[in-house]
C-alpha cells in the first residue's frame, strides 16, 4: 500500500540557512500534518492542513510557514535556521472516517533536519 | 510532554513474556491512538481507539481505554525480539486537529 512520502529524507543547513521539506500524502487523503521530534522527545505538533485551508495550529515558529497544494502535498518552509531546529520532522496524512468521525493519522519516514 | 505520562519509561523482558504499557492524559480526547517507532525511524500506527470504546484487538495487541480515569493500557502478548521498539501513546481532538503525544515507553525484548 502507498504510504506517505516526505523529501528529503535528511539534510544538512547552516545557521540562518532556510529550507523546504516536502510531504506527498497517501492517495485519496485530504488532511496532511507536521510534527517536530527532538532527539530522545516526543513528537510535538506544529500546524495541520485540511483541504488546502489551516485546520489547527501549534507551537510552530514564526520563522516556519507552512501550505498545502492543490494536488494535496504540502510544504514546510524554515527560514533563519537556529541549532535548535535539529530534529526530525515528519509529515502525517489522514482522511476522515465518517461514520465514526475520526481519523487515523499514517506517518511518513521523516525528514532529518541537522543546522550546524 | 504536552500531555501526560507514559509508564514505565523503559521496559525489559524476555521474549515470550507480556509487556503492559500505561498512558494517562489530561484532557478529553476523541480518540487514542498507539504508535510505534524503532530508532529514531518513522511512526508506525498500531491502533486507534475512540472514547466510546472500552477495548480492542489487533493481532498481539490489545488496547483498553478508561475515560473516567483519564489512561489507557497497551499490551503485547507473547512479544518477540522484533518488538523492541519506543512506543508513544497520542490522544486526539475531532478530525484535522492535532495528535498529542506522551513521552513514550522504550521497550526492549531480549532473545
Known amino acids: 500500500a502507498a504510504g506517505v512520502i516526505q523529501s528529503p529524507r535528511h539534510l544538512i543547513k547552516e545557521k540562518r540557512e532556510t529550507a523546504t521539506l516536502k510531504c506527498y500524502p497517501i492517495p485519496r487523503h485530504d488532511t496532511v500534518y507536521w510534527y517536530q521530534q527532538g532527539p530522545g522527545q516526543d513528537p510535538q505538533f506544529l500546524i495541520s492542513?485540511?483541504?488546502?485551508?489551516?485546520?489547527d495550529k501549534g507551537s510552530i515558529p514564526d520563522r516556519f510557514s507552512a501550505q498545502q497544494f492543490s494536488d494535496y502535498h504540502s510544504e514546510l518552509n524554515m527560514s533563519s535556521l537556529e541549532l535548535g531546529d535539529s530534529a526530525l520532522y515528519f509529515c502525517a496524512s489522514s482522511s476522515l472516517d465518517r461514520r465514526v468521525s475520526t481519523d487515523t493519522q499514517y506517518f511518513g519516514p521523516g525528514t532529518r533536519l541537522t543546522v550546524l | 510532554s504536552q500531555q501526560g505520562e507514559e509508564d514505565p519509561q523503559a521496559l525489559s523482558i524476555q521474549e515470550g513474556e507480556n509487556a503492559t504499557m500505561n498512558c494517562s492524559y489530561k484532557t478529553s480526547i476523541n480518540n487514542l491512538q498507539w504508535y510505534r517507532q524503532n530508532s529514531g525511524r518513522g511512526l508506525v500506527h498500531l491502533i486507534l481507539?475512540?472514547?466510546?470504546?472500552r477495548e480492542k484487538h489487533s493481532g498481539r495487541l490489545r488496547v483498553t481505554l478508561d475515560t473516567s480515569k483519564k489512561s489507557s493500557s497497551l499490551l503485547i502478548t507473547a512479544s518477540r525480539a522484533a518488538d523492541t521498539a519506543s512506543y508513544f501513546c497520542a490522544v486526539g481532538g475531532r478530525y484535522g486537529n492535532k495528535l498529542v503525544f506522551g513521552a513514550g515507553t522504550i521497550l526492549r525484548v531480549k532473545s
Open positions: 481507539i475512540r472514547s466510546n470504546e
Open positions: 492542513f485540511y483541504e488546502k485551508m489551516q485546520s
